[in-house]
Every structure is written in structure tokens, then in C-alpha cells.
């Protein structure tokens, strides 16, 4: 079975463009959450859907960062304007609601550098 | 508000010792899980363990083993026998009860194991 699909893996933009990071959940999982982890921070919860609803975005830093799940099999996390703070590894991760608490299933990230 | 704090950032042996991983965290809450989880060099974090705050019987599994203590608040991890494989960063991290999949991360302590 595929696991979290994450695009692109890397990404180098320069400050003032918009990045937009990809994820495509495991099938039939149906909360998906994204991550961003920076050496200073750690690993940061950013914004949580359930149902492709959005449950919690406390953690979006701030108005340049938005999140969007059309459907249940695909999801974005979009930077305009980037700024090179924003460089870091962004993780998409899902699972089942009803499932075992806590098992998350991670992608391998977007490594994104904004210079 | 929930914390969790793991004092050693980067840990060093030689294979075949045994090393523990500290983990202490903080929580108002009654209820909840504790989690570990293996970030390897290609860096999907990779679920290995949950823990539930009614259950404070050790769990073993292979040369992994889990030390959960209530009453000092801690979840520390050790790994038997160490391997070059085991090398990884690993993450401790904690979730209320009735927010299972909402997970705040410890910093991560990096293990490394030299041949």
C-alpha cells in the first residue's frame, strides 16, 4: 500500500514567492494534519482536518499560511509571501479517526528553503 | 497546557549497549497517551509505541523496551543490544485522551550507534 505522498521533497524559493506543498493521505484515512519541524522549533502542528473540515489551525503561524483539503485525497499548504524563516521540513500525516489514537502515518516531508 | 521535554539531544554508543531515552512530560490532564516515535535518516517519523495514562505496566518488544512512570511523569525507552540501524532521531510526545491524534512532540534525542 502507498503511505503519505508528499510533493515536492525539496523545494528552493527565493523571499516574496508563494510555495504551495502537496500531500495525498493513505486511502481511507480521513484526518490529516501538517507538521513543520525546524531545528529552533521542533516538530509544530500547524493545522488538523477531520472529514476534510479543518479542526484546529491554532498552529498556523500566521495570515501567509493557508491549508485546504478539497477532497479526501488530497490536501495543500500554501506560503504567500514566503519568507526565509519559513524554511524548514513540512510533514503531512494521516490517519483514522476512529483508529488507534495517536498512530499517525507521516510522509517523508518537503524540505523547504526560502532564501 | 502539555510539554514534553527530552533533556539528551544526541546520544552516542557503540553497538551492542543498551541506551535509554529519557522522556518526561507535563499535563494537567488525567487521561491521555504517551507516544513514541523513529525518525530514520530518509525522515518519515515512524509511529513504535502508545501508551495510555491507565496503563503503567512496562512493555517490551524485541530489544525495545518502555519504562512508563506515573508518579516522576516519565516514558523513558531503552533499546537492548543496539544496532548501526537504530540510529535515528526519536521522538517522545503526548496527546489528551479525548484528542488522540492532536500530538505535541519532545525536541527528539538523536541516537547514533557506531559500529
Known amino acids: 500500500d502507498a503511505g503519505v505522498i508528499q510533493s515536492p521533497r525539496h523545494e528552493v524559493t527565493e523571499m516574496g514567492q508563494e510555495v504551495t506543498l502537496r500531500c495525498k493521505p493513505i486511502s481511507g484515512h480521513n484526518s490529516l494534519f501538517w507538521y513543520r519541524q525546524t531545528m529552533m522549533r521542533g516538530l509544530e502542528l500547524l493545522i488538523y482536518f477531520n472529514n476534510n473540515v479543518p479542526i484546529d489551525d491554532s498552529g498556523m503561524p500566521e495570515d501567509r499560511f493557508s491549508a485546504k483539503m478539497p477532497n479526501a485525497s488530497f490536501s495543500t499548504l500554501k506560503i504567500q509571501p514566503s519568507e526565509p524563516r519559513d524554511s524548514a521540513v513540512y510533514f503531512c500525516a494521516s490517519s483514522l479517526a476512529q483508529g488507534k489514537a495517536g498512530e499517525l502515518f507521516f510522509g517523508e516531508g518537503s524540505r523547504l528553503t526560502v532564501l | 497546557a502539555q510539554k514534553v521535554t527530552q533533556a539528551q539531544t544526541e546520544i552516542s554508543v557503540v553497538e551492542k549497549e543498551d541506551v535509554t531515552l529519557d522522556c518526561v512530560y507535563e499535563?494537567?490532564?488525567?487521561?491521555?497517551?504517551l507516544f513514541w516515535y523513529k525518525q530514520p535518516p530518509s525522515g518519515e517519523l515512524v509511529f513504535l509505541i502508545r501508551r495510555n495514562s491507565f496503563d503503567e505496566q512496562n512493555e517490551i518488544s524485541g530489544r525495545y523496551s518502555w519504562n512508563f512512570q506515573k508518579s516522576t511523569s516519565s516514558f523513558n525507552f531503552t533499546i537492548t543490544a543496539s544496532q548501526v540501524v537504530d540510529s535515528a532521531v526519536y521522538f517522545c510526545?503526548?496527546?489528551?485522551?479525548?484528542?488522540?491524534?492532536?500530538?505535541?512532540f519532545g525536541g527528539g534525542t538523536r541516537l547514533m550507534v557506531k559500529p
Open positions: 499535563t494537567r490532564d488525567t487521561t491521555y497517551y
Open positions: 510526545a503526548l496527546s489528551r485522551s479525548n484528542a488522540g491524534n492532536m500530538l505535541t
